[in-house]
């Protein structure tokens, strides 16, 4: 009885150290952003003068909101397609035997492994001949082919839970394998791709490396990107403030998709499909 | 409703394992067919080869006289129920057995109504709205049986559809099962390796073993006319006994006694190759106590001490040890007869009438002209020969 209480007391401590360890740069980035920016460098954790004038400093900024249009728009359409072929390739890789399903795996581990920054000079060089250089097209290729390997990964293990029979019961009862797939398998693996577009989404949504090598003007570059171009009001001033509203700003997007999709992700859809 | 030929099937998976050789059934329209044996014998892989689940290696599959071999599971117009269900956890119990109907595209009302109706039969009105995982095993079961039922098949497949059911529920199932299928009358092939859900349910059994038929025919003749010791040690609850003779002039010598070589018997002593030493094999149901007979003429005679008695209600079952060592076959231990020990057990059915004690002596009579001899290597049945 007391171990169990002396257990519980301490886990809520090492909880509460970790959400303390996570938060506080969050925090004091948040903080930063509603200072006033005569108050930036008093070391207070609450800001003694508080102002919006980050905030609506940067909205006004054209670049910025064009480079979360540029985030949103790119983010979202490799996402998707990632999200599309990576749930085929996948229930392959689940539930397939086919050949080079070995070489596959493979390669795609090998290309979630291969370090980004050494194909940034190959890439620039590519999209420069193909004229894909400061285009969205030119953003979303290399999203979709790193978010790939992750879709497939996490995607191919959702699949496996299911179990096969339903899919065989599906075809018994008259489905065509598309309509085996996209009316039972697909809904049964809804919360792993909502899970896995949600990583596809933050990993395309966070990337500053391509952003800032692909890209060279409005046209294509994102939030990310665009906040290192910020600069102050005048040559002297720094844009700390705009820097940690734009952080906060981009931040707020993948709250909320995690929030909202938070109750579908939910373990156990399965269960009731098999056995009792 | 159709006429189903298996014309000699055989299935060979890509590592080679025959799983299924030369299968050859003509199941009648109508009719209701039990595939049964061990596990891994081969059943689930027939089954899965008539429905178009698994492809055929050689062979012919037709349907009222059509080959089906290269259709799709979904053009040969089969149900089939899975021994876990199979129910689509996503849709409410109206949806799952709406689910072939509405694949087949037919209209809203005609598929409430079939909806409605299968419910009605299998007592699912009051769950139609509820998720499979609010369901108990028993009512999933009979979802699944709805959503085969709902759309009139041609066919029924079913692979061990009970098994995953308590035992009364199974017996309670089993009889619905049976109703429902004579009412409807659609040709069933049902799987399963419960002998007795075998010889209760079907119009024929269909007896495999490493993939190869043993046996087909109704339950009451492979009962009483087993064609090998596989088939023999099989059917039936309690299991054949099976003790070890030899065939000397005119009399067979058994630990339960010699037995004249007369009728059936002195056949099966006079064909062919038969060795000298055989394997005898008697009911439980062919033996009585002894004092209860009154006309002891037929047969013969053998007392033992009771080791166990199990009163049954309607019977009662009397274990011996014989004082000789167990009939040792490959064709008996996969029929899944209790572990053979070291001494050779027999088993009696007696009237409750019966006054056998436990750790007592009681003199036994059977009917000798029930005893079926094997051959030792072959596990061919010589008296059926
Ligand atoms: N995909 C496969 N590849 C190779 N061998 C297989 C495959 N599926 C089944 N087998 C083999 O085929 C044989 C028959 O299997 P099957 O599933 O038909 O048995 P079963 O009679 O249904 O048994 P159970 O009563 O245990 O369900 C078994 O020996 C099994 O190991
Ligand atoms: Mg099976």
Not at chain 1, 240 to 247: C, E, F, L, P, R
Not at chain 1, 250 to 257: E, G, H, K, L
Not at chain 2, 143 to 163: H, N, Q, T
């Amino acid at each position: 009885m007391e171990a169990g209480r002396r257990s519980v007391s301490g886990w809520t401590v090492a909880n509460v150290v970790v959400v303390l360890y996570a938060m506080v740069p969050v925090l004091w980035i948040a903080s930063l952003s509603f200072k006033d920016p005569s108050t930036f460098t008093d070391g207070s954790f609450i800001p003694r003068k508080w102002t919006l004038g980050n905030y609506a400093g940067i909205f006004t900024n054209a670049d910025f909101v064009r480079g979360l249009v540029n985030s949103i728009g790119i983010g979202l359409i490799s996402t998707f397609v990632a999200i599309v072929f990576g749930t085929m390739a996948a229930y392959a890789v689940a539930r397939l035997t086919f050949p080079g399903k070995r070489l596959l795996i493979g390669v795609s581990l090998l290309i979630a492994m291969f370090p980004q920054i050494s194909l940034v000079s190959p890439l620039f060089q590519i999209e420069r001949a193909l004229g894909l250089f400061n285009t969205w097209a030119g953003l979303i290729l290399p999203y979709i082919t790193f978010a790939l390997p992750l879709t497939i990964y996490t995607l191919s293990a959702f699949f496996r839970e299911i179990p096969w029979e339903l899919e065989k019961a599906a075809k018994m009862d008259g489905a065509t394998p598309f309509q085996a797939f996209w009316q039972v398998i697909v809904p049964l693996a809804a919360p792993g791709m909502v899970t896995t577009a949600i990583l596809a989404f933050i990993f395309c949504w966070n990337d500053f490396l391509f952003a800032i090598s692909l890209t060279s003007s409005d046209a294509a570059r994102t939030a990310p990107a665009t906040i290192s171009f910020f600069t102050g009001s005048t040559q002297f001033e720094d844009p700390t403030g705009s820097i940690s509203a734009a952080a906060v700003v981009i931040t707020i997007p993948i709250v909320i998709f995690v929030l909202f999709f938070q109750r579908r992700i939910v373990a156990g859809l399965t269960s009731g499909a098999v056995k009792g | 409703m159709a006429e189903i030929v298996l014309d000699h099937i055989t299935k060979r998976y890509a590592d080679g394992t025959v799983a299924v050789d030369d299968f050859d059934v003509r199941i009648a329209d109508h009719e209701f067919v039990i595939l049964v044996g061990p596990s891994g014998c081969g059943k689930s892989t027939t089954l899965n080869m008539i429905a178009g689940l698994e492809d055929i290696t050689e062979g012919e599959l037709r349907v009222d006289g059509r080959r089906m071999n290269e259709k799709a599971p979904r053009d040969r117009d089969m149900a089939m129920v899975f021994q876990s269900y199979a129910l689509y956890p996503h849709m409410t119990v109206r949806e799952n057995i709406a689910f072939p109907l509405k694949l087949a595209k037919m209209g809203r009302e005609e598929t409430q109504e079939r909806v409605e109706r299968a419910a009605g039969l299998l007592d699912l009105a009051p769950y139609l709205d509820r998720k499979p995982a609010a369901l108990s095993g028993g009512q999933r079961q009979r979802v699944a049986m709805g959503r085969a039922i709902v759309r009139d098949p041609k066919a029924f497949l079913m692979d061990e559809p009970l098994s995953n059911l308590d035992a009364k529920l199974r017996v309670q199932m089993r009889t619905s099962i049976s109703r429902l299928q004579k009412s409807l009358g659609t040709t069933t092939v049902y799987v399963t390796h419960d002998q007795t859900e075998a010889m209760t349910l079907g119009d024929r059994i269909v007896i495999m073993r490493a993939g190869l038929i043993q046996q087909i025919g109704p339950p009451q003749e492979l009962y009483d006319h087993p064609r090998n010791l596989f088939v023999a040690g099989f059917i039936g609850s309690p299991s054949m006994n099976v003790v070890p003779a030899r065939l000397e002039e005119g009399l067979l010598r058994t630990p339960i006694g010699d037995i004249p070589l007369r009728g059936r018997l002195g056949r099966a002593a006079e064909g062919p190759d038969v060795p000298r030493d055989v394997i005898a094999g008697i009911r439980p149901e062919s033996f009585e106590d002894a004092s209860l007979v009154h006309d002891a003429e037929e047969g013969g005679t053998f007392t033992g001490t009771v080791d166990l008695l199990e009163s049954m209600g309607p019977e009662k079952l009397a274990y011996f040890t014989l004082d000789t060592g167990a009939v040792r076959s490959e064709h008996l231990s996969e029929a899944g007869g209790e572990e053979a020990g070291e001494e050779c057990r027999l088993v009696a059915q007696l009237d409750p009438k019966s006054g056998a004690r436990r750790g007592q002596p009681v003199r036994l009579w059977y009917d000798t002209q029930a005893v079926h001899l094997f051959h030792p290597k072959t596990g061919e049945n010589l008296t059926e020969r």
